[in-house]
């Protein structure tokens, strides 16, 4: 399948009311065939687990957004350009995709939430020990289906690089759970920043520079996707605690403020602790004070009321702004143009 010329595809990708637009413009029109053949692939890596996971388990994959994917083949296509992409890149795209829903899973498991992506959570179906399993089952997959991708001594480097990363998003999901609302505010900003860089940045900044790399591209091209990706993984992450927020539950798929219910500290809630003071509701609700379903709400609202979405959004596209500067090393394509999209979409969804 020949791609569209950078200047008759430029401006097609809309930045619209919410990402799925542009990541189906995406998809469809740039990425078709190489998500073919990541079905394919999935199916295969999905295939040993058969006896373990049922459709629903399956379905997991089908629904999510599929951007560590997307990210990872936009990436390599930057380099290699049109025509097929070598089987190893497809391969790496799964096992990241795998990857990913094993730390959805175990996010679930300590969550204890009911659903995830319209359907019952893996946990709901199983029980926690059957769902710790599950999780892990996918780690091992996804490493082994990553494995198989690695065609050179060189390659080698990157299995590592995905074992630290894997590494990496455990300590996150730990330190988020240590989380202090006790210490000052520059504290608690740093620590967040900490925190997802850890258990979302990464992956995403893993995702491009492996795509980069699995092509031949250089050193210095797999770092800046690498920057790329990871300033991304940011803006996304904080983007998705601001929707926590202000997207109404139909929206979302969960209930609004889960994260002050759950006393995690997401950077608009530091921002509200920080300009509403110690001794308001939302501050006491987050160092441990117990709060009826009305006081939530009435702490939901003055989170909203405050300036705290604002300065979040703020740092949510500084971050993407940020993200793009590190494109301008690569040749014009629409593959960098697709890149510098989702930059853009990921906090401009609607809410």
């Known amino acids: 399948m020949r791609c569209a010329a950078p200047d008759t595809l430029r401006g097609r990708l809309r930045l619209s009311s919410g990402t799925g637009d542009a990541l189906d413009e995406i998809t469809g029109r740039l990425l078709a065939e190489d998500f073919a053949r990541y079905e394919v692939e999935l199916s295969r890596a999905l295939s040993p687990q058969a006896p373990y996971l049922g459709a629903e388990e399956q379905e997991l994959y089908r629904r999510g957004k599929r951007i560590r994917p997307m990210l990872l083949m936009l990436s390599a296509r930057m380099i290699a350009g ?45 029980g926690t020990n059957a769902a710790i399993l599950l999780g892990d089952m996918q780690f091992v997959q996804a490493i082994r289906t990553f494995t198989d991708a690695i065609e050179t001594e060189t390659e080698m480097g990157l299995v590592k690089l995905v074992l630290d990363t894997a590494f990496r998003i455990c300590a996150g999901e730990l330190d988020e759970l240590r989380s ?66 202000l997207q109404a539950p139909e929206g979302s798929g969960k209930g609004r403020g889960t994260d002050l219910a759950r006393r995690t500290l997401s950077l608009p809630l530091i921002f509200a602790m920080e300009e509403l003071g110690p001794d308001h509701l939302v501050s006491r609700i987050l160092r441990g004070a117990e709060a009826t379903p009305a006081e939530l709400a009435q702490g939901v609202e003055a989170v909203i009321r405050s300036g705290a979405p604002a300065r979040a959004w703020a740092e949510a596209r500084l971050q993407a702004l940020d993200a793009e500067t590190y494109l301008r090393g690569f040749a014009e394509s629409p593959w960098r143009d697709a890149l510098r999209t989702i930059a853009l979409v990921t906090v401009n969804r609607a809410f």
């Not at 609302?181 to 992956?203: L, S």
């Not at 800046?224 to 998705?240: E, K, S, T």
Request: hydrophobic share 40%; proline share 4%.
């Open 82 to 126: 049109d025509g097929p992409l070598p089987a190893k890149v497809i391969k790496a795209a799964v096992s990241l995709e795998m990857l990913h829903v094993a730390t959805l899973i175990h996010d679930d498991i300590i969550d204890d939430a009911m659903t995830r992506r319209g359907i019952a959570s893996v946990n709901a179906r199983h």
């Open 180 to 245: 202090d609302p006790g210490r000052d505010p520059v504290a608690q900003r740093e620590r967040y920043m900490e925190v997802i860089e850890r258990k979302t940045a990464i992956m995403f900044g893993l995702a491009c520079e492996t795509g980069v790399a699995l092509v031949e591209g250089r050193t210095g091209q797999s770092r800046r996707a690498g920057f790329y990706g990871r300033r991304v993984g940011r803006a996304f992450q904080i983007f998705d605690d601001l929707m926590d927020i």
